[in-house]
Nanobody, 123 residues
């Protein structure tokens, strides 16, 4: 099984930037995808974007296009979420999650999850 440990997060002012990281350990399939989800207070968890080993980056939330990007390093075992131009509506608990093969917008298809980290955007 893959274990995911998140780091980063915190509080920033509107217009600021923040980076979240997701480190994977344990067994991993040769082809995999890692997505970032977020859950704002009082709202359902939503998938925002994803990266796969074979098909690149997929954006699922239009609100983050042009502001957020996802990248991989350390041989694919570290996935980063770079968030720019943050707004109060981005305030949420952010989760990374992985699945085999390709990206999906279906939460139930992801098999490993990070612990979540709080991002707060306020003045």
């Amino acid at each position: 099984q893959v274990q995911l440990v998140q780091s980063g997060g915190g509080s920033v002012q509107p217009g600021g930037s923040l980076r979240l990281s997701c480190a994977a350990s344990g067994y991993a399939a040769s082809y995999s995808a890692t997505a970032w989800f977020r859950q704002a207070p009082g709202k359902e968890r939503e998938v925002i974007l994803c990266i796969s080993s074979g098909r690149g980056i997929s954006y699922y939330a239009n609100s983050v296009k042009g502001r957020f990007t996802i990248s991989r390093d350390n041989g694919g075992n570290m996935v980063n979420l770079e968030m720019n131009s943050l707004q109060p509506t981005d305030t949420a608990v952010y989760y990374c999650a992985t699945k085999n093969y390709y990206c999906s917008d279906r939460e139930t298809e992801y098999t490993s999850w990070g612990q979540g980290t709080q991002v707060t955007v306020s003045s």
